[in-house]
């Protein structure tokens, strides 16, 4: 049973899916209208916003320690990271998935883009955390710029990511931490961030490191689910076999999802 991990089964969406799919919800045609996606050169700018549901909002000090641990992870030399909070947003759900599988928070933000309500989109990703279990799945699902995730009570006792991973030199050489659930919760996290920028579960590897097995955030759980079929990541890395190994998280995404990273070009108009 896969049932602790971005277990998120979804086909890949395509926009006409994705528009088809928030005028099934609540949001007008012409309030979808504007959505559009523009091509444009490999980005060198990478907006992510981060929105907390009432209940998520309630955890002391939660806003500080996602946006570091995002600040530290999405970093790269590729684009500069504009990460920002974009405050409490009210939610009829606080289940990761359905909070966007069933329109509200794809609804919430066209609408905002439109300037009903006070949610401000951005045009790479909108993140929406809720207090959702993180149990069973699915506990996070994503759309192409569009992601939420549960949680919040365990992203909470992260510890300050500088507590994390191996330092070399003054250097994070490799974040790999323990598979408990506030790292699974903060893993699955950057799983849908990933998903939102257009990356799929065979962007990511696993790799051993002594007896334990080693998952990176699009491969996650995946890496010992038997259900899941790749034998390898679509860069040609061959997973690991996991029998009788301990298993670990990286919070670093692969190199393969790394270099499809560096080439996206996606945006959300509005
Ligand atoms: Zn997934």
């Not at 992601?147 to 507590?163: D, F």
């Not at 334990?212 to 679509?234: C, E, F, I």
């Amino acid at each position: 049973m896969n049932d602790e991990g971005a277990s998120d089964e979804r086909p890949a969406l395509t926009r006409r899916q994705l528009l088809v799919g928030l005028a099934g919800s609540t949001a007008s045609v012409a309030t979808v209208g504007t959505l559009g996606y523009a091509r444009r050169e490999p980005t060198d700018r990478l907006e992510v916003r981060l929105w907390f549901s009432d209940r998520a909002a309630g955890y002391d000090g939660i806003a500080d320690r996602v946006r570091d641990y995002l600040k530290a992870l999405l970093s790269d030399e590729h684009w500069e990271l504009e990460l920002s909070v974009g405050g409490t947003v009210a939610v009829s759900t606080e289940d990761g998935a359905r909070v966007t599988s069933g329109g509200e928070w794809p609804t919430t933000l066209a609408s905002g883009a439109v300037g009903v309500g006070d949610v401000d989109p951005v045009s790479d990703v909108n993140l929406l955390v809720t207090d959702g279990q993180m149990t069973t799945a699915p506990t996070g699902f994503a759309l192409p710029h569009v992601a939420s995730v549960g949680g919040a009570r365990y992203l909470a006792t992260l510890p300050p990511i500088a507590e994390l991973g191996t330092v070399r030199d003054g250097e994070v050489v490799h974040r790999t931490v323990p598979n408990e659930r506030p790292t699974r919760t903060i893993q699955i996290l950057l799983h849908e961030i990933g998903h939102a920028l257009g990356l799929e579960h065979d962007h990511g590897v696993a790799f051993r490191s002594e007896e334990t097995v080693v998952a990176t955030p699009m491969l996650s759980s995946y890496a010992w689910d038997p259900d899941y079929k790749q034998d390898r990541s679509r860069c040609g890395t061959v997973y690991p076999s996991t029998a009788g190994r301990d298993r670990a998280l990286s919070l670093t995404f692969s190199t393969c999802s790394r270099r499809e990273l560096e080439s996206y070009s996606g945006g959300l108009t509005l």
